[in-house]
């Protein structure tokens, strides 16, 4: 399935709009029909929190694939490209989203991936020019559950209890950029290309708050920010989510909710100094299955 991703843009490329159904009525009306339906079959499973603190076991295991609608944002050498979900979409030739938590008494091991393939060919006159963009991010961190306040017998508070997590990692930014071009000067081609590499690391710190509102629901609102300019690093990044857990069996649980990151980077110097921001940002859909 292709789906939305927040990559590097190549000024220029994407420019030209691929007109679309709208899919923002579509997106809302699949959040609402899962939540309303995981809610709804909830009952007769396991408390949602002993996903995240199980009484049973030391051991916990969640792996989650999903799927990030982004549309995003990119200043980069004084040029802005702004491309919905629409735009982005139509650009992606594949991809693939997940996230695993691995969880010891209090500690958790967080690990997030986005992998996606992207292209874009573009025809103007004589010129041929073919983009293809090679995109990884991958989210290293380890958590410590500092707070946990849980009334397992109260049913009667709008809020049965809460967590919280402070956690450190890094964040693992690669994007393999390759053009092929090829100009048609009388009968005589002219074809060429090069690749453009770029990779780096962000140190990142947070914090993760849960909080129970009943035996099937719980909402969870994330924040990590790094970078901080420390070698080849960005200068500033942060990302931020909501999101909604919907227990419908004791193995499955339903997500849905809002991301957005956001990071700025400055790469060359003087005359040659290339600065770039990137955000993305869009409603998340996801299916975890617990262990």
Aim: glycine share 10%.
């Amino acid at each position: 399935m292709a789906i939305g991703f927040p990559w590097y843009v190549t000024p220029g490329i994407g420019s030209e709009r691929v007109e679309k159904v709208n899919r923002t009525n579509i997106v809302l009306f699949l959040i609402i029909l899962l939540t309303l339906q995981a809610a709804g079959q909830a009952q007769g499973t396991t408390p949602i929190e002993d996903d995240y603190e199980n009484p049973t076991s030391d051991w916990r295991f969640i792996i989650s694939p999903y799927a990030w609608l982004a549309g995003q944002a990119t200043d980069v050498g004084g040029q802005k490209i702004r491309q919905s979900f629409n735009d982005v979409f139509s650009l992606t030739n594949a991809g693939f989203q997940i996230n695993t938590a691995v969880m010891y008494k209090k500690w958790i091991f967080l690990a997030d991936g986005t992998f996606a393939n992207l292209g874009s060919n573009i025809e103007q006159g004589p010129t041929t020019i073919n983009v293809e963009i090679k995109q990884s991010i991958i989210d290293l961190k380890l958590g410590y559950l500092v707070l946990s306040d849980i009334e397992k017998d109260d049913v009667e508070s709008v809020i049965r209890g809460w967590a919280l997590e402070v956690n450190a990692g890094g964040k693992y930014w690669k994007n393999d950029v390759t053009v092929d071009y090829k100009v048609i000067i009388g009968s005589w081609p002219i074809e060429g290309g090069f690749t453009e590499p770029q990779a780096w690391w962000d140190l990142m710190v947070g914090l993760k708050a849960r909080f129970i509102l009943s035996r099937s629901v719980l909402l969870s609102v994330a924040a990590n920010g790094g970078g901080f300019g420390i070698g080849d690093s960005s200068k500033f990044a942060y990302d931020f989510a909501y999101l909604n857990t919907f227990k419908v069996s004791n193995l499955i649980s339903v997500t849905a909710g809002y991301r957005t990151f956001r990071y700025k980077r400055e790469d060359g110097a003087g005359d040659d100094l290339l600065e770039t921001k990137v955000s993305a940002f869009g409603p998340l859909l996801g299916v975890s299955f617990v262990f």
